[in-house]
């Protein structure tokens, strides 16, 4: 997905907002090295031993990462939290394409 950047902070801004929302939504992070030639595992989200989890290639740059939590909170309802309106914004108008890969 590509989501308008133009109501996106800086982007150190933007992933501290990620962060607090993905708090609320008791997820965490976890960053790691994808590259592999034996096993082919992409940057997203999961569900390990019960645990909310976001895996990002520690590779993948800061608007990649800054993507795939967006495309992580899709999934989530997020009517009953704050959450800033350049996420709120994001969300409601995604397109098709990665920006950070």
Same mark, same amino acid.
């Given at each position: 997905?590509?989501?308008? $950047?133009? &109501?996106?902070?800086?982007?150190?801004?933007?992933? +501290?907002? #990620?962060?607090?929302?993905?708090?609320? @939504? %008791?997820?965490?992070?976890?960053?790691?090295?994808?590259?592999?030639?034996?096993? $082919?595992? &992409?940057?997203?989200?999961?569900?390990?031993?019960? +645990?909310? #989890?976001?895996?990002?290639?520690?590779? @993948? %740059?800061?608007?990649?990462?800054?993507?795939?939590?967006?495309?992580?909170?899709? $999934?989530?309802?997020?009517?009953?939290?704050?959450?800033?309106?350049?996420?709120?914004?994001?969300?409601?108008?995604?397109?098709?394409?990665?920006?950070?890969?």
């Amino acid at each position: 997905m590509n989501f308008n $950047k133009n &109501s996106m902070p800086d982007p150190e801004t933007a992933w +501290q907002d #990620l962060k607090s929302v993905a708090a609320k @939504l %008791s997820i965490d992070f976890m960053f790691t090295d994808l590259a592999s030639d034996e096993i $082919k595992f &992409s940057s997203g989200f999961c569900k390990l031993k019960g +645990q909310n #989890l976001i895996v990002l290639d520690k590779h @993948l %740059s800061l608007l990649g990462q800054i993507e795939i939590v967006l495309e992580t909170f899709i $999934k989530f309802d997020l009517e009953e939290i704050y959450i800033p309106i350049w996420i709120r914004e994001c969300l409601e108008n995604p397109t098709p394409s990665r920006i950070g890969e």
